[in-house]
DNA sequence: GGGTTATAATGACTATACTCAGTATTGAGC
DNA sequence: GCTCAATACTGAGTATAGTCATTATAACCC
């Protein structure tokens, strides 16, 4: 076999090695997380399926999670691309966040047990990279979301006074809330969705003072 | 030996064992979960403490956030009650919530990996009856929150027309993404008290619309 | 107080996430 | 192509949450 048929300047065989272990732990695990659920998927199981040891798992992955976050983060990013690609034309702010924010509610609710998981990866982690992930991950949508703030200011139909930032902050609660309680199963799907999620930011924007 | 030495109409003999049995497990489990942490702490010590089997404690307590549930609750309880008796007179409706959440984040501040698991426990619970006791709580708690609502449209600082229920959950939930963002460890503890959660609070009373 | 039933307690056992001392593979210098 | 250091992989082993068949205890009835 000759020495190298990959082009020059190409990673090693041990890079492209833990490439393609990479990638059939991500879909070992996958395949198992969607046929059999979080929780009864073992990582025996998706160890086996990906043709690699435990321990091996374990040097890809720091725990089940992390796991679980691997999965998601490609998705997530989809489900990102999607829902500011698809804001309504001339819509207010506050449909356009519901638009938003209720694509990420579709997305979960392919999968709700998978999503809990997730979600409370994501918020509870204490791990410091993967703190430092979900941080990213937060602030990328947060800057997308000001955008519409700022453009929404231009049209006139938010104050110039507010401070971005903050509003970007308090929008991402009122989503973070309504889907922990749907997730929690304190509260029911479509009342979240329909309801819920629209009069709460609709109260975020209009405020509580007297007229 | 007398065979009944407490008065008529008293629990029997079991049911007092239980009480006690269940006494020794919260103190057990205090003594430990503050001494050595949440997770240092195995069930079978806190059962070796309490004088019990391990079989014993899982009768008594469905899983370990459970008894992490069971110690908190009572202080829960009395930081409520302090909270709304310490509200200092004539401040504005941003002053008494922040007063209030500020209450309960002095208390979590105590042993802040306690009350990471906690919280976690409380928004994440799936356990029908969990999920029903966490519910109650935080209905308790919005109960209270409504009564300063009421009494700040009463003074005419918020307007007539709102909804105080959705004010409510609104209020509880950008206190909750406050309390996450500190517990995950995204935002320290003194910028989220002394300004985060404040601005927070205010933006929502104040609004987004133009003047 | 003896017999019977219902309830409570027990601890050996199971299931499973994660570790680590030992082994194998890769790549670089000669 | 050989040697050796660095890196990657392995799977038996460990720790621990939670279970369940068995045993003990309390309550009740005659």
Redesign the pocket.
């Known amino acids: 076999m000759q020495t190298s048929e990959v082009s020059p300047f190409q990673?090693?065989?041990?890079?492209?090695?833990?490439q393609q272990?990479l990638e059939r732990i991500r879909q070992a695990a996958w395949e198992l997380f969607h046929s059999k659920g979080f929780?009864?998927?073992?990582?025996?199981?998706v160890?086996e399926l990906a043709?690699?040891?435990?321990?091996?798992?374990?040097?890809?992955v720091?725990?089940?999670?992390e796991l679980l976050v691997l999965i998601y983060d490609e998705a997530i990013e989809k489900t990102m691309e999607t829902a500011f690609s698809t804001i309504p034309e001339n819509a207010t702010l506050l449909d356009e966040l519901v638009h938003i924010f209720g694509s990420y509610f579709r997305f979960y609710h392919q999968n709700p047990e998978l999503a809990r998981a997730y979600v409370q990866a994501l918020l509870f982690q204490s791990k410091p990279g993967q703190r430092q992930q979900a941080a990213t991950q937060i602030e990328r949508f947060s800057k997308r979301i000001a955008e519409r703030i700022v453009q929404a200011q231009a049209r006139g139909e938010l104050g110039l006074q507010i401070e971005v930032g903050q509003a970007c902050r308090n929008f991402f609660a009122l989503y973070s809330a309504a889907l922990t309680g749907w997730l929690s199963g304190m509260v029911g799907y479509e009342e979240t969705v329909n309801s819920l999620l629209r009069r709460s930011l609709e109260l975020q924007i209009q405020g509580l003072l007297p007229d």
Chains 1, 2 share one sequence.
């Open positions: 990673p090693g065989l041990r890079e492209r090695n833990k272990k929780e009864a998927t073992t990582t025996r199981e160890a043709q690699i040891a435990v321990g091996t798992l374990f040097l890809y720091k725990d089940k999670q």
